[in-house]
């Protein structure tokens, strides 16, 4: 059964062998054998007991907008194990979308051949993934309409149907002709757009008579381009929030299909950027970090009457984030609910559940390093996508397009799961 279709009261877990069931030798990092006592089992079982029943009781929780605390709490000792997907070892994943009860990813084949530059892979079960097509152009975005899927690659947009067959392609402007450069693209009201985030920032809307029109040069001389495009129903029609590419003047607008309205309030006067945007239950959140002070970053819920709410605490930074030259405050740049529970994404952090007892709860543990390592600690590669199968949490790794100025341009490979336990 699908996790979104459980009760928002149900308790999420991570599988661990932190917990063992009986007293058994465990290894220590040194690699020799010790045995747990008595007493510690019965305190570590204790402090298991306390952790299920606090994440059983979290609601959503929002407070009026304010800027977040200065020193917020360093989050709980770490449960959480995540595990190797081996077939992504080699891949920069562009896009992640789910399709007929299945999962695909659009990759960047590194290193790649004349033949496969790159490729979408799928999986039904979360465990073993097959390549659904490979293509000698880059690849970029997805989107889904009724019973089809469509990709982006450099010249053309492919349509797959219902039974997995490629059943049409046709050709793209030459204005967003290079797939790396398209963050998104989305289908309103039956038309499909096609934002490009770097360089220009055109958006482009196809017909399903495959007639093009360009709607926005939209480039940086005007606004900021738009980097996410995330559908809503808008009484009778479709709708979007749109995410513009990551920067000083970024902005959230509203886009009915021809017209973007910005949202001309922030969060708070030191909100900088807007790093990630979801819907969930009707509502948008955003996540924003405090570059000027060098604080970290909080997630805010959009309210009907444009008024942004703190969504809990802003999220924790590493004790060691001022060692880096460029402090590496903490800013999300994923954001996913999964049972009326938020997990977060971050740039350098990691991932975090948010507890209404215990506050942001991170899920680190076999996560990817940050290659440079300080004297008192090393932080985790960015996560630019968190998506819930089956019983399954994926973490994966990229630089799609949308997450430019996010992350460095260091090409980024691999997917991450751990298993979410009733």
Same mark, same amino acid.
């Given at each position: 059964?699908?996790?979104?279709?459980?009760?928002?009261?149900? $308790?999420?877990? =991570?599988?661990? #062998? !932190?917990?063992? %069931?009986?007293?058994?030798?465990?290894?220590?990092? &040194? @690699?020799?054998?010790?045995?747990?006592?008595?007493?510690?089992?019965?305190?570590?079982?204790?402090?298991?007991?306390?952790?299920?029943?606090?994440?059983?009781?979290?609601?959503?929780?929002?407070?009026?907008?304010?800027?977040?605390?200065?020193?917020?709490?360093?989050?709980?000792?770490?449960?959480?194990?995540?595990?190797?997907?081996?077939?992504?070892?080699?891949?920069?994943?562009?896009?992640?979308?789910?399709?007929?009860?299945?999962?695909?990813? $659009?990759?960047? =084949?590194?290193? #790649? !051949?004349?033949? %496969?530059?790159?490729?979408?892979?799928?999986?039904? &079960? @979360?465990?073993?993934?097959?390549?659904?097509?490979?293509?000698?152009?880059?690849?970029?975005?997805?989107?889904?309409?009724?019973?089809?899927?469509?990709?982006?690659?450099?010249?053309?947009?492919?349509?797959?149907?219902?039974?997995?067959?490629?059943?049409?392609?046709?050709?793209?402007?030459?204005?967003?002709?290079?797939?790396?450069?398209?963050?998104?693209?989305?289908?309103?009201?039956?038309?499909?757009?096609?934002?490009?985030?770097?360089?220009?920032?055109?958006?482009?809307?196809?017909?399903?008579?495959?007639?093009?029109?360009?709607?926005?040069?939209?480039?940086?001389?005007?606004?900021?381009?738009?980097?996410?495009?995330?559908?809503?129903?808008?009484?009778?029609?479709?709708?979007?929030?749109?995410?513009?590419?990551?920067?000083?003047?970024?902005?959230?607008?509203?886009?009915?299909?021809?017209?973007?309205?910005?949202?001309?309030?922030?969060?708070?006067?030191?909100?900088?950027?807007?790093?990630?945007?979801?819907?969930?239950?009707?509502?948008?959140?955003?996540?924003?970090?405090?570059?000027?002070?060098?604080?970290?970053?909080?997630?805010?819920?959009?309210?009907?009457?444009?008024?942004?709410?703190?969504?809990?605490?802003?999220?924790?930074?590493?004790?060691?984030?001022?060692?880096?030259?460029?402090?590496?405050?903490?800013?999300?740049?994923?954001?996913?609910?999964?049972?009326?529970?938020?997990?977060?994404?971050?740039?350098?952090?990691?991932?975090?559940?948010?507890?209404?007892?215990?506050?942001?709860?991170?899920?680190?543990?076999?996560?990817?390093?940050?290659?440079?390592?300080?004297?008192?600690?090393?932080?985790?590669?960015?996560?630019?996508?968190?998506?819930?199968?089956?019983?399954?949490?994926?973490?994966?790794?990229?630089?799609?397009?949308?997450?430019?100025?996010?992350?460095?341009?260091?090409?980024?490979?691999?997917?991450?799961?751990?298993?979410?336990?009733?």
């Amino acid at each position: 059964m699908s996790r979104r279709a459980r009760s928002g009261r149900e $308790a999420l877990f =991570i599988r661990t #062998s !932190s917990f063992p %069931a009986t007293c058994t030798p465990l290894e220590s990092n &040194d @690699g020799h054998r010790t045995v747990s006592s008595a007493m510690d089992h019965r305190m570590t079982h204790s402090m298991m007991r306390c952790i299920i029943l606090a994440l059983s009781c979290c609601t959503l929780n929002c407070r009026d907008a304010v800027s977040p605390p200065s020193d917020p709490p360093v989050p709980p000792p770490d449960k959480s194990v995540w595990q190797v997907v081996p077939e992504f070892e080699n891949y920069d994943i562009r896009y992640i979308i789910e399709f007929k009860d299945e999962l695909y990813c $659009a990759v960047m =084949i590194v290193p #790649s !051949s004349a033949e %496969a530059r790159s490729a979408v892979v799928k999986t039904s &079960d @979360g465990e073993t993934w097959t390549t659904v097509r490979r293509f000698s152009e880059a690849i970029g975005p997805m989107a889904v309409n009724g019973d089809s899927l469509y990709v982006l690659t450099d010249h053309f947009v492919h349509r797959m149907d219902a039974q997995g067959e490629w059943v049409q392609r046709f050709g793209v402007p030459w204005q967003i002709s290079d797939a790396q450069l398209n963050g998104d693209m989305a289908f309103l009201n039956g038309n499909l757009y096609i934002a490009q985030t770097r360089m220009t920032g055109y958006l482009f809307m196809v017909t399903p008579d495959s007639i093009w029109t360009q709607l926005f040069p939209y480039g940086f001389e005007i606004s900021p381009s738009i980097a996410r495009i995330v559908p809503f129903r808008n009484g009778n029609s479709d709708a979007a929030y749109c995410r513009s590419i990551f920067s000083s003047n970024s902005v959230i607008s509203i886009f009915d299909g021809k017209t973007l309205t910005d949202i001309s309030t922030k969060p708070s006067k030191d909100a900088f950027g807007n790093n990630a945007i979801t819907m969930y239950n009707n509502t948008l959140y955003a996540g924003y970090h405090d570059r000027v002070n060098n604080k970290s970053g909080a997630v805010y819920q959009l309210t009907n009457d444009m008024k942004w709410l703190l969504y809990h605490d802003s999220l924790p930074n590493a004790p060691f984030a001022n060692d880096y030259d460029t402090p590496m405050v903490t800013h999300p740049i994923s954001i996913l609910f999964l049972d009326n529970r938020m997990i977060v994404g971050t740039e350098s952090y990691g991932v975090f559940i948010v507890n209404d007892t215990l506050g942001w709860i991170s899920l680190n543990s076999g996560l990817k390093m940050h290659p440079v390592k300080t004297a008192n600690g090393q932080l985790y590669e960015a996560i630019v996508f968190l998506n819930a199968y089956k019983k399954y949490l994926f973490a994966a790794y990229g630089y799609p397009a949308f997450s430019w100025g996010l992350i460095s341009s260091t090409t980024r490979f691999g997917l991450r799961r751990t298993v979410l336990v009733d």
